[in-house]
């Protein structure tokens, strides 16, 4: 389809000029007609630069509306070679079943599932094959900045980087090990004696949840910004590409939006995430468990960014923080079908049964924010009144 072009002609000198405007778009590959399509260039940063094959039929897939999961990471493959590529093992381990005894029953399963396909010049393996379950995602170009980067800095900056590590598997093979390395990598050494012991700063549950979404719902558009976990001191962040297609501040009670539909219910089905929007429910919940501070959202035109934060006391608490974790714990009562009170905020915060008047204080700053509001507002018992979230 021929794009359109913008143009002005304007005269200098006696000459008439003609100016044509190349739009700033990587969408589509600009080539002359009756010319190879894969001799094409495209506008990038201000430059006309070629674009490479790769390139041109991603763009070709965009415009026919093939998602990135359906496209094909490589293709002229034995069947061997398919198995030598993939970690089919995984697959069957994942699903608990059976793996077949023979070569053609692997790959006729892997077909069914959309990993890899067939056809008279021999195998090709989707994106979505390789996402999930490549042995080495760098033996794919189209898998290039695809793996999970893990920073860890010294301090609560990113002046002194500690370490870097980027995920060399695909996701659903190499998940668990790299939640065991951020847990590894954020948990505290105690030693008891001859004993050693890892004491987890975050919940299991919350970094797996979060990492599992970050997968899930990043823009795999977006180029040059891999999903990054970065570990300071006073923080944990993880951050992918592609703004949040749900509010940030009500990712507790609205069912999530995919971008990538058949990754997400791939997960689901491999067990590796929730789908019905109980993921997110849930590491709030133990991040409660671990009387952890609220987790901070942020979504920008072109990422997502999750923040949590370790354990301290509510006298350290700035009144943002006792505020957004007071507004959480109603959202997540709310979810359960139940409504917060002076009691529930005081064991959210750790507080004992003298201390109920802290408790009132952050009920009070919350209402202020318009965060949330009373389930009872005809009643006029002060002492009983109970709470929901502003947009139940």
Do not use: F, Q, V, W
């Given at each position: 389809m021929p794009i359109q072009l913008e143009h002005v002609v304007l005269e200098y000198d006696g000459h008439a000029l003609l100016f044509?405007?190349?739009?700033?778009?990587?969408e589509k590959p600009m080539y002359l007609r009756g010319s190879d399509i894969y001799n094409s260039y495209i506008r990038s940063a201000g430059h006309t630069v070629r674009a490479s094959r790769q390139q041109v039929r991603q763009m070709i897939a965009d415009s026919e509306g093939i998602s990135y999961e359906n496209r094909i990471a490589k293709q002229g493959l034995t069947g061997a070679e398919v198995l030598g590529l993939l970690n089919y093992k995984k697959i069957f381990e994942l699903l608990e079943r059976q793996l077949p005894s023979t070569e053609d029953g692997v790959l006729g399963f892997m077909e069914e599932l959309d990993f890899c396909r067939s056809s008279s010049v021999g195998y090709s393996i989707t994106n979505l094959g390789a996402l999930l379950f490549a042995n080495t995602l760098s033996a794919f170009e189209t898998m290039k900045g695809k793996g999970v980067v893990v920073r860890r800095y010294v301090g609560n900056n990113n002046r002194q980087l500690l370490l870097e590590q980027e995920g060399a598997m695909g996701y659903a093979v190499g998940l668990e090990g790299l939640i065991t390395f951020v847990?590894?990598?954020t948990g505290i050494e105690h030693i008891d004696g001859a004993k050693r012991e890892l004491i987890p700063m975050y919940p299991r549950v919350a970094i797996r949840e979060f990492i599992a979404n970050a997968l899930v719902h990043q823009d795999f558009a977006i180029k040059g910004m891999p999903i990054t976990i970065e570990i300071f001191a006073n923080r944990l962040v993880i951050t992918n590409p592609g703004y949040s297609?749900?509010?940030v501040n009500r990712l507790i009670d609205l069912p999530p939006h995919s971008r990538n539909e058949q990754m997400a219910q791939l997960m689901l089905q491999l067990g590796?995430?929730?789908?019905r929007g109980s993921g997110v429910d849930r590491a709030v919940e133990a991040l409660e468990k671990m009387l952890l501070p609220a987790y901070k959202?942020?979504?920008g035109d072109d990422f997502t960014r999750i923040t949590l934060y370790p354990q301290k006391g509510i006298s350290a608490m700035t009144r943002e923080e006792r505020i957004e974790a007071c507004y959480q714990h109603c959202c997540l009562a709310y979810a359960d079908n139940e409504t917060m009170n002076n009691q529930s905020v005081r064991e959210r915060f750790g507080l004992n049964k003298n201390q109920g008047t802290i408790a009132s204080h952050i009920i009070s700053?919350?209402?202020?924010?318009?965060?949330?509001k009373s389930a009872n507002p005809e009643s006029e018992s002060r002492k009983f009144v109970s709470y929901v979230p502003f947009y139940a």
């Open positions: 044509i405007y190349i739009p700033e778009s990587r847990m590894k990598n297609l749900n509010d590796l995430c929730e789908r959202a942020e979504s700053d919350t209402l202020s924010k318009g965060l949330i």
